[in-house]
């Protein structure tokens, strides 16, 4: 039995151990002749207890007794640091429980390290998806992977009711390969589900249970996918997650694609890019064996298909085990997150320096209790202990409270952000870590900072005088100083930022963006899907505009390939202007006026533009590439000049609305995009008479399903993320703006209760209103002006960041320095004020005849 | 606290000597360590206890539950191998102490 354990033993028993020892000690005095000579039963119990080594256990127990009745009996002072410590240390763990999730946590797939996705990637140029031929080309030539998996995303209608549903077209050996199972029936296999074989689909456990009443017949029915019969095989496990964030409800086999997409070229086109390549690593080849094999590979499909496959064109693999992100998509994911990280620390210090100037507030006001204390024997460590225990339960509260607002906050993320319920946010024991280490710093700073100050104080003078010198000394102490400047410089830190992002939100819901929205729609049949050739695509549309042209409330009808607002992105940078993202959009003459975008000098396109040799550019680009707006007739790019500009377009963010410094470009419609691209309308008045046109319109071809979609709910959606981004850092900026002016105030009426003498004394010898207001706040003055120099500083570099980061801020915006350092210094002023108007209302002189 | 008439921190030293013959109970201890030293060191008896609680937490002892001769529940201590192996450093380090004093008066005198 090792001594620790024994005495840990002994601890845990020590009740009956004593009883026993005492009733020897008993036995031992009655059998002596002269129990006198035995010695004090009492105080020999106390040695036998400093043998075990426990004492400063009891000593600890009795001082977090001693702190937890101090707490009891300021209940409001203790409600407030609760509160103060649960925002800092929640929004560190909800911070760090979105990291955990997007960095660290691989998706629950089977041997995520050797599982990859696969960019093609070309200098220059990046595609997350490839042609289905293209695939299969790969499939069967690699050399490194001993399983190819494919998926391609579409939405089908199911059944007769023809509910819009998102699916998901999967190689056969898809499940097999992540490890998914089924909850009823059974998932694809490559045995039994082939390209000949019935057509079969799988249902995600989720739509069984909200849509198909959790029904176990439901494996084996017969349920019409785009109206074509596909038997229902099974339904997933409910843990099941795949390899994306969006989760659908059905999975098809992408070989049987063509019995529900009839027409659809995706699995014979080698342009057409809409599938998904992930590969099992063959066992022992690296990632950058894989690479390097692949782009052999690429190379010599180049030979075969050299329209296809550019030059020096390679296939990036993406492990699972970092969630399918590239280098570039990590470190910014890592850049943004570690300054979000600095911003919360931030928040934290903030609030423990808050609730560290509360502490010492109310250890001040008892130096009296603590100089007692000293006079009976307590070292300088008991009473750092005893203070620094009594702020332990604080901590303890504030780590609990954190716990629990980061769950709630989690849930609430995922609820309002659309994020895939499936996400685990709750924490985990790392989290919980984190918590406690957060608290610990906290402790460290509201328990032993202010304690080690305080036992520094001469506390016995503090019994001679009732306190009134230590108190007045500890009062005035740098450390408070430095505490409150800390405390200014983080929140006005955080307001400016959350000043700039909200400015950002304003610039993006404003009319900005350089188009009109409000009174839009979209159609999108999708032709591509049914097969449409370009030359039935143009009679399609022909006819559809002809139908629309015969509406009153339609204005006007654009064809465009890249939708408003929409995912499909085709961004370019050119060396002559060099850091702007040039996003460009292929769209007929109409566009312009259908989007409303201003035509500043030149023209539309007409018939007969060729499509390759034609642009119309925006402004920021013109101005960026030429330093002109004068560039009617010249050739684009400026250094490579391969066509000709024919009119400049007023600035408009019409495909990426969040983005900064970006500018987009115009080109003709080529015939073969007429079957991708998809219609945007105009109405006279509301856009809500749209839909119901345009369907009617679109369905002069009686097989298309249409989708249309209002242009403000495309918007909606789109600037969700940065509506939630700026409404978390308002909040953010207005609790710590809260926390700072509460710790001003808290200083500042503190202190003039102390002094109430001396502004009595002031008074009485003619003082004006004004000098004494002035005496009372003089004290924060210095530390608040140093803090907001301080912070609104640090902001620019911290700002800086921010913009280049996915969160596009926009820095150089001097209205949101002004704002924020406006309603600070508001707010500021206001809290050191308050406490002086006080002071006067209530009659310093009095405070002089009480002696 | 030293015991008084006793050298500071020779008290364990002569329980785990006492003891190391045979199992006692408090008592029997406090009696013996009189009778062996002819009743020359008066020590206050109840000093034994913390002492045997230092023994007690440092392993050099083991107690039980006993009745004693009288038919009287008592406690017991033993030695353990670790007391035997305590009792002979203590032994030596104050043979080394008494020797180096001895050696310091005789010098003088």
């Known amino acids: 039995m090792s001594t620790w354990f024994r005495r840990v033993w002994h601890l845990l028993n020590r009740g009956r151990y004593e009883r026993e020892l005492v009733e020897e000690m008993r036995e031992h005095r009655a059998a002596m002749g002269d129990p006198s000579k035995f010695g004090d039963t009492h105080r020999l119990l106390e040695r036998s207890r400093d043998a075990w080594g426990w004492n400063w256990l009891d000593d600890a127990m009795q001082d977090l007794r001693l702190g937890m009745r101090a707490l009891m009996r300021a209940p409001a002072f203790a409600a407030v640091a609760i509160l103060i410590l649960t925002f800092g240390i929640g929004l560190n763990l909800t911070l760090y429980q979105m990291a955990s999730v997007v960095l660290l946590r691989a998706p629950e797939i089977k041997s995520p390290e050797t599982l990859a996705k696969f960019k093609r990637r070309a200098p220059g140029d990046s595609t997350s998806t490839v042609p289905y031929p293209l695939a299969r080309a790969v499939e069967r030539e690699n ?25 998901v077209f999967v190689s056969s050996n898809w499940f097999a390969e992540l490890g998914g199972t089924a909850a009823l029936g059974r998932v694809f296999s490559p045995d039994i589900d082939s390209e000949q074989s019935a057509a079969v689909a799988v249902v995600s456990h989720q739509f069984w249970r909200t849509h198909l009443a959790s029904d176990p017949a439901v494996v084996g029915r017969i349920v019409g996918i785009n109206r074509y019969p596909v038997t229902v095989v099974g339904v997933t496990a409910p843990e099941f997650v795949g390899t994306d964030l969006n989760r659908p409800e059905i999975w098809l086999v992408i070989d049987q694609r063509e019995r529900v997409f009839p027409d659809s070229p995706l699995l014979r086109s080698w342009t057409v890019e809409n599938t998904q390549l992930l590969g099992r690593l063959k066992d022992g080849v690296t990632v950058d064996a894989a690479r390097d094999s692949l782009r052999a590979l690429m190379a010599a499909l180049r030979e075969q298909r050299p329209d296809v496959v550019r030059d020096h064109e390679w296939l990036e693999p993406m492990l699972a085990t970092v969630n399918f992100m590239d280098q570039g998509e990590r470190n910014g994911v890592l850049g943004a997150l570690s300054l979000f990280g600095t911003l919360t620390t931030l928040v934290l210090i903030v609030a423990a320096a808050n609730v560290g100037n509360l502490v010492l507030s109310r250890a001040t006001s008892r130096s009296r209790e603590l100089g007692v204390r000293v006079a009976l024997g307590a070292g300088r460590l008991r009473i750092v202990r005893q203070l620094l225990l009594e702020t332990l339960p604080l901590a303890l509260a504030g780590a609990a409270g954190g716990m629990l607002l980061s769950t709630w906050s989690a849930n609430v993320i995922v609820s309002i952000s659309g994020m895939p319920a499936h996400i685990r946010y709750s924490p985990d024991w790392s989290a919980a870590a984190v918590a406690m280490g957060s608290s610990a710093i906290a402790l460290l700073v509201i328990g032993l ?19 009134q010198q230590v108190s007045l000394r500890l ?65 399609y549309w022909a006819s559809v505009k002809d139908r629309l042209a015969q509406r009153p409330e339609v204005a006007v009808a654009s064809l465009a390939l890249a939708p408003p607002l929409g995912r499909r992105i085709q961004e370019t940078t050119f060396d002559d202007a060099p850091g702007m993202e040039v996003i460009g959009n292929r769209v007929d003459a109409n566009f312009f006026d259908a989007m409303r975008i201003p035509m500043m000098l030149g023209r539309t396109f007409q018939p007969g533009d060729d499509p390759l040799s034609t642009v119309i550019v925006s ?67 509301e856009a809500t008479v749209l839909p119901p046109i345009l369907r009617e319109a679109a369905m002069i071809d009686p097989r298309i399903l249409p989708g249309i979609e209002l242009l403000r709910d495309s918007f909606d959606r789109r600037v969700m993320a940065t509506r939630i981004a700026t409404g978390v850092a308002a909040a953010t900026g207005a609790l710590t703006l809260v926390i700072a002016c509460l710790g001003i105030f808290g200083v500042v009426s503190y202190g003039a209760t102390l002094r109430m003498k001396e502004f009595g004394i002031h008074i009485a010898l003619g003082a004006e209103r004004r000098s004494v207001v002035r005496l009372v706040s003089r004290q924060v003055m210095t530390p608040i002006l140093a803090g907001m120099v301080l912070g609104i500083a640090a902001a620019v570099p911290i700002g800086i960041a921010l913009a280049s980061s996915p969160v596009q801020v926009e820095t150089a915006d001097p209205a949101a320095y002004a704002g924020a350092v406006v309603i600070f210094i508001v707010a500021a002023l206001l809290a050191a004020l308050l406490p002086a108007f006080r002071v006067l209302k209530s009659n310093p002189v009095q405070s002089l005849r009480e002696g | 606290m030293p015991t008084p008439g006793l050298p500071p921190g020779t008290l364990v030293l002569l329980i785990l000597r006492v003891v190391s013959q045979g199992p006692l109970h408090g008592y029997a201890i406090a009696q013996k360590i009189r009778t062996l030293s002819s009743e020359q060191l008066s020590v206050e008896e109840g000093s034994l206890y913390p002492a045997l609680q230092k023994a007690l937490a440092n392993g050099w002892l083991k107690a039980d539950w006993t009745t004693s001769d009288t038919g009287r529940r008592v406690r017991s201590y033993r030695i353990t191998a670790k007391g035997l192996k305590q009792l002979d450093v203590e032994q030596g380090d104050y043979q080394r102490m008494a020797d180096a004093i001895a050696a310091i008066l005789e010098s003088t005198s």
């Open chain 1, 143 to 167: 050399q490194v992977l001993q399983a190819v998996l494919l998926e391609n995303q579409s939405t089908v209608f199911w059944g007769d009711e023809m509910r819009h549903i998102a699916a």
């Open chain 1, 449 to 467: 900072v202010p304690a080690w100050k305080v036992a520094r104080q001469d506390l016995m003078a503090a019994i001679k005088d009732g306190g």
């Open chain 1, 475 to 539: 009062d005035r102490a740098r450390l408070r100083r430095f505490m409150m400047a800390a405390q200014v410089c983080g929140s006005c830190l955080i307001l400016v930022l959350a000043a700039m992002m909200t400015r950002t939100l304003q610039r993006v819901l404003s009319d900005d963006l350089g188009f009109e929205y409000h009174q839009a729609a979209v159609l999108a049949p999708g032709l591509g899907r049914y097969g449409f050739t370009a030359d039935q695509a143009s009679g």
């Open chain 1, 619 to 685: 402004r920021a680009l013109a101005l960026a590439m030429y330093d002109t707006l004068d560039v009617l007739g010249r050739g684009f790019p400026r250094s490579r000049p391969a066509a000709t500009i024919v009119g400049v377009a007023a600035d408009a963010h019409a495909i990426k609305v969040e983005a900064v410094n970006t500018s987009e470009i115009y080109r003709p419609l080529l015939p073969d995009d007429v079957s991708q691209v998809v219609l945007i309308a105009r109405a006279h008045g």
